[in-house]
Nanobody, 115 residues
């Protein structure tokens, strides 16, 4: 059984930074793409960023230049460094990964940007 466990959410003031982590564990034979989604209150879940096993990266336009995704393949972990946070970044952030040819989701971590 495979699990994704997230950490690092919290409350931060506008302009601040947070770093999210998501570690995959269990019976893992292969990990392809990894990424982060978010869902704000009353809105649909949106794709924030993805990273391939080879390091190819995509970002949604609203976070380009502020967020950085990275992964440590030895640790089966994906990270999301979030800088210059804005109130509109407030959401539950979910990590996602394509593991053993199927999709897995983390439990979600709340990020709140407020003064």
């Amino acid at each position: 059984q495979v699990q994704l466990v997230e950490s690092g959410g919290g409350l931060v003031q506008p302009g601040g930074s947070l770093r999210l982590s998501c570690a995959a564990s269990g019976s893992i034979s292969s990990i392809a793409n990894m990424g982060w989604y978010r869902q704000a209150p009353g809105k649909q879940r949106e794709l924030v960023t993805t990273i391939t096993s080879g390091g190819g990266i995509n970002y949604v336009a609203s976070v380009k230049g502020r967020f950085t995704i990275s992964r440590d393949n030895a640790k089966n972990t994906v990270y999301l460094q979030m800088n210059s946070l804005k109130p509109e970044d407030t959401a539950v952030y979910y990590c996602w990964s394509w593991i053993n040819s199927r999709a897995y989701w983390g439990q979600g971590t709340q990020v709140t940007v407020s003064s």
